[in-house]
C-alpha cells in the first residue's frame, strides 16, 4: 500500500491547525481536512475586557479620578460645577463599537492562523467533509479523494449539547458558539437574558453581558456553579458574580420555553422569568457523526470518543484530542493533547497524558485557575493526615492593593513531605500565576523552593510566595521537639557573655 501522508489531521479547531504546524517543523508530510475554525471565543475574550474597563470606569472616583464634563471648555465656562460628586458614574458602552473593536481582533488573529500561512508552510490543506473507509486499505475519503496515512488524527472540535426542553426549539436561542457573531448584527444589546448554564464557559458569558449592562439570569441544576472546584473559591465566585448583578438560581431545572405576544418566557423550577433572548450552555458533543467511525472500528460512549492515555482510539492507527474525547472545552488542554497525539502517531506511542500538570482557567472577574488536585480530590487519594492546605487571601497582596482588586484567594494543596498536588486560585491575573505552579508540579519542584523564591515587588505572584510560606510554617507548628529546641537554643544564646 502507498501511504500518501505521516498523518491526516481531521481539523476543524485551533488544536488541529497547531498540530499540522507542528508535523511540518518536524519535516513530516501532513494534509489537514477541515471546515471553518470557529474563533467565536475570542469575540468573548475582547467583549469582556471591555465589561473590565466600563466597570473600572465606573470605579474611578475610588483613584480620585472625576470626570466634569463632556469637555474642559464646559467647565471653563462655569457650565460644571466645581465641586467633586462622589456619585457613581454610569458608563455605557456602544455597542456596534464594541463590535468593531472585537471583530479586529477576531480578523487579525484568522490572518495568522489563514489556511493560506498552513499552505505556505508545506500543510496539504483540503476543503471539505470527509469519512473513513475500510476498502482497501484505512484511508480518509474527501472530495472523491482518498488519503492514504500511516496515522490519522481527529481534532474536529464539539458542538453544543441541545438539551429536551419543551418549547426551546420553536421560541429560539443562542449557545457558545454562534452567540457573538449572531450579537454583531444587533444595533443595541439584548437587555434580559436567561443562561441555561453547566459549563464554565456560561459563567464567563453571564457575567460579560452583566458588565456590558444587561440583566442577567444564570440556571444551574447543581448546588454551586461549578461542582468540583473548592466550595469556599466557588462561593466568593458566586458572589462576586451577583455583585455584578447576574442572578444566580442554583438546583434548578428548566422545564419549559414559551413565546408570549413576542417575548420569551422561561420556566425555572417554580419561577417564570421573561427575558429577550436564552443562551443555551449545558454540555458539548464530538463532530463525529458523519466520519463513519464504526466502519473503522473506533468506538464511542455519549459523548466522547475512547481513547487510551496515549490519545489511540479503539482503531490504533486513529488518534484523536480536544472535546472531541470529551471534557470541557479549554484550548491550551486542547493543545496539550495534540501535542501527545502527534508524537505518538508520528513516532512511536510511548507519550501519556498526564492532566495533573495541565492548567485551565476562567476569564471571569476575579479570574479562576485550577491545575492539579483539589483539597478533596488529594484527602480521597492520599492519607489525609499527610494532605496540608496552604492559602493567603488577595487582600495580603500589595498590588492587589493598589489596584483594589482584592478579592481573591489562593490555594496550595501538598503533601507533609513538600510535594505539590495541586493549586486553586481566585483573583488578579490568576490564569497567569498558575502557570508557574503547574511548571512546578511538572518539574517535581517542592513547595520550600517556591517559598525561597524573590518574586518582583510590587507583583501578583507575591501571593505564591506568602502561601508557599505557610507549609514552613505549619511544619513548625506541628513539631512540638523542633519548637522545644529552638526555645532553648534562643534562650542559651540571649544569655550567653560575648
Known amino acids: 500500500m502507498t501511504i500518501d501522508y505521516d498523518v491526516v489531521i481531521i481539523g476543524g479547531s485551533l488544536a488541529g491547525r497547531n498540530a499540522a504546524l507542528a508535523a511540518t517543523d518536524l519535516h513530516a508530510t501532513v494534509a489537514l481536512v477541515e471546515p471553518t475554525v470557529n474563533l467565536g471565543f475570542i469575540y468573548h475574550y475582547a467583549l469582556a475586557l471591555i465589561g473590565k474597563l466600563a466597570q473600572h470606569v465606573d470605579a474611578a472616583a475610588n483613584f480620585g479620578i472625576h470626570s466634569y464634563g463632556d469637555t474642559a471648555q464646559d467647565y471653563l465656562n462655569g457650565r460644571i460645577p466645581t465641586t467633586l460628586f462622589s456619585e457613581k458614574c454610569q458608563t455605557s458602552v456602544e455597542w456596534q463599537e464594541a463590535m468593531l473593536y472585537a471583530g479586529g481582533v477576531v480578523s487579525n488573529l484568522q490572518e495568522q492562523n489563514s489556511l493560506a500561512i498552513l499552505a505556505a508552510k508545506g500543510v496539504d490543506v483540503i476543503i471539505g467533509s470527509g469519512q473513513f473507509v475500510l476498502s482497501p486499505h484505512l484511508a480518509f475519503a474527501v472530495n472523491k479523494r482518498q488519503l492514504r496515512a500511516r496515522t490519522y488524527l481527529l481534532a474536529s472540535g464539539s458542538r453544543p449539547a441541545i438539551p429536551e426542553i419543551e418549547g426551546l426549539q420553536s421560541t429560539g436561542f443562542f449557545t457558545l458558539s454562534n452567540i457573538w457573531q449572531a450579537l454583531s448584527e444587533f444595533s443595541t444589546l439584548p437587555k434580559n437574558w436567561v443562561i441555561i448554564g453547566g459549563v464554565p464557559q456560561s459563567i464567563e458569558v453571564a457575567q460579560t453581558l452583566a458588565r456590558l449592562g444587561s440583566s442577567v439570569t444564570l440556571v444551574v441544576k447543581h448546588p454551586y456553579i461549578l461542582p468540583n472546584l473548592d466550595p469556599e473559591i466557588t462561593q466568593l465566585l458566586q458572589g462576586q458574580l451577583e455583585v455584578d448583578g447576574v442572578r444566580l438560581l442554583t438546583q434548578t431545572t428548566v422545564t419549559q420555553v414559551r413565546l408570549i405576544d413576542n417575548q420569551k418566557w422561561v420556566q425555572a423550577g417554580d419561577k417564570a422569568i421573561e427575558t429577550d433572548e436564552i443562551l443555551v450552555a449545558i454540555a458539548q458533543q464530538p463532530n463525529i457523526e458523519s466520519l463513519n467511525l464504526a466502519a473503522v472500528g473506533v468506538k464511542w460512549h455519549q459523548h466522547r470518543l475512547l481513547v487510551n492515555d496515549k490519545l489511540q482510539t479503539t482503531n490504533r492507527r486513529i488518534y484523536a484530542c480536544g472535546d472531541v474525547i470529551g471534557g470541557y472545552e479549554f484550548v491550551n488542554i486542547a493543545n496539550y493533547e495534540a501535542k501527545i497525539a502527534l508524537n505518538n502517531a508520528l513516532f ?50 500589595t498590588a492587589a492593593q493598589i489596584s483594589e482588586e482584592t478579592t481573591g484567594i489562593c490555594k496550595l494543596i501538598v503533601l507533609r513531605n513538600g510535594e505539590i498536588l495541586g493549586a486553586s486560585l481566585l ?54 521537639a523542633l519548637q522545644d529546641f529552638l526555645e532553648g537554643f534562643f534562650h542559651f544564646r540571649r544569655n550567653w557573655n560575648l
Open 348 to 397: 512511536f506511542p510511548v507519550n501519556k497524558v498526564n492532566y495533573q500538570c495541565v492548567p485551565w482557567g476562567l476569564i471571569s472577574y476575579p479570574m479562576l485557575a485550577q491545575v492539579g488536585l483539589t483539597e478533596k480530590q488529594a484527602k480521597c487519594r492520599y492519607i489525609p493526615d499527610e494532605v496540608l492546605v496552604l492559602q493567603q487571601y488577595f487582600k495580603t497582596v
Open 427 to 480: 483573583g488578579a491575573e490568576a490564569v497567569e500565576l498558575i502557570n508557574l505552579i503547574a511548571l512546578a508540579i511538572s518539574q517535581k519542584i517542592k513547595i520550600n523552593q517556591l517559598a525561597n523564591l524573590s518574586f518582583v515587588y510590587p507583583g501578583y505572584s507575591e501571593i505564591i510566595e506568602q502561601t508557599a510560606r505557610e507549609w514552613e510554617r505549619q511544619k513548625l507548628n506541628s513539631n512540638i
